[in-house]
Structures are given as C-alpha cells and as structure tokens.
C-alpha cells in the first residue's frame, strides 16, 4: 500500500481497525478500483472501510512542552 502512488500517509491505529491508509484519487470510480483491484487484492486485507475528507477547515498546531 505505501508503495502506491495515490497512497498520502499510512498509519498504524489502535481500536478495531489495523491501518488508516490517507489516499488520493479523481473519483469514486477511481477510489473503487483501488479499494477492490489493489487493497482487497492483497492476502493481508481482509475488509476496507471507506470514510472521505471534505476539507480542512482547521487543524491546531502542535503544543511543545518546555522541558
């Protein structure tokens, strides 16, 4: 998955899920076909969940704590 080109990040997560994989596609056609040709391809997947980003309307910067 991390060596395809419309994978962003990929993420270890805890909960029930094992991975979040951040990807960019041109459309849901194209999302589909990642979903089912390439991730449901692998022998390590047993199921994908979808969920889709409509923006970014705000992000908090990290907080340092003084050492």
Same mark, same amino acid.
């Given at each position: 998955?991390?060596?395809?080109?419309?994978?962003?990040?990929l993420y270890n997560v805890s909960g029930n899920e094992d991975y979040l994989v951040h990807v960019a596609v041109?459309?849901?056609?194209?999302? /589909?076909?990642?979903?089912? =040709?390439?991730?449901? $391809?692998?022998? #390590?997947?047993?199921?994908?969940?979808? /969920?889709?980003?409509?923006? =970014?309307?705000?992000? $908090?910067?990290? #907080?340092?704590?003084?050492?």
């Open positions: 998955m991390k060596a395809l080109p419309e994978t962003l990040a041109s459309d849901s056609t194209a999302l /589909q076909a990642l979903i089912i =040709d390439k991730f449901l $391809a692998l022998p #390590q997947v047993a199921h994908c969940r979808t /969920q889709l980003i409509f923006g =970014d309307p705000w992000a $908090a910067p990290l #907080q340092h704590s003084p050492e």
